[in-house]
């Protein structure tokens, strides 16, 4: 079966301080990956995708930038954080031409 | 660029009760999926209906398409204490399920 793990389940940061936010995906080669941005109370704004290592399309500029590193790995990160980035990311999968989306639990980000 | 949009933002039912969330979209689509997220935990896909299905069933759950008005709606019958959540739909434009929008989301609560 597929796992799903997002490191870490929480952070509180301090404005302009860099972030590293980390997935991946078991069990599943040659996913689809993507991030997700969630505000408070907020919808599901898709912030990257990537279908395949080393590939990744920006949906959304929030002074972010993500890498695919390896088939199962998908990393978020900023070198300079801003109070707009709190929220909760969330990092998905699918499989290659198929529509569902399966989501990670998610990590919560407060930026102070 | 899609919209997807729920049509009301917060329900409120008493267990037992059925009830049914709208949403509606501005461009063509190739599929529209229903999510539901509890409190901080990611969303779970609830059904999947392509654009040349009318009607899709899982369990307790029943979600209808209208191509011709862009509309589709998810009836919950028996609603339970656990059917709490906020619900989004979801449309995608393609097969390959890189680009998913999602609507705002609803927010039901079933009442004991």
């Known amino acids: 079966a597929q796992t799903i793990h997002q490191w870490p389940v929480a952070e509180i940061k301090a404005v302009g301080s860099p972030l590293s936010l980390g997935c991946t995906i078991k069990?599943?080669?040659?996913?689809?990956l993507y991030w997700y941005w969630q505000a408070t109370g907020g919808t599901l704004q898709q912030l990257f995708y990537?279908?395949?290592?080393?590939?990744v399309e920006s949906v959304v500029q929030l002074n972010l930038s993500a890498s695919r590193p390896k088939d199962d790995q998908f990393i978020l990160s900023t070198e300079k954080l801003l109070l707009s980035h709190s929220g909760f990311y969330l990092c998905?999968?699918?499989?290659?031409?198929?529509?569902?989306?399966?989501f990670g639990k998610g990590t919560r980000l407060t930026v102070v | 660029s899609q919209l997807a949009e729920e049509n009301s933002w917060a329900l409120s039912v008493h267990e037992g009760e059925s009830v049914t969330v709208n949403c509606s979209y501005k461009?063509?689509?190739?599929?529209l999926q229903w999510y539901r997220q509890k409190s901080g935990k990611g969303p779970a896909q609830l059904i999947l209906?392509?654009?040349?299905?009318r009607e899709k069933r899982n369990g307790r759950l029943r979600a209808t398409l209208d191509t011709s008005s862009q509309s589709s709606s998810l009836s919950i019958t028996a609603t339970r204490c656990e059917d709490t959540a906020v619900y989004f739909c979801?449309?995608?434009?393609?097969?390959?399920?890189?680009?998913?929008?999602f609507g705002g989301g609803t927010r039901l609560t079933v009442r004991p």
């Open positions: 998905a999968w699918s499989p290659q031409g198929a529509a569902e989306v399966f």
């Open positions: 069990g599943k080669s040659s996913p689809n």
């Open positions: 990537s279908i395949t290592v080393g590939q």
């Open positions: 461009t063509s689509i190739t599929a």
């Open positions: 209906i392509r654009s040349n299905e």
């Open positions: 979801a449309t995608e434009n393609n097969n390959a399920g890189a680009k998913l929008t």
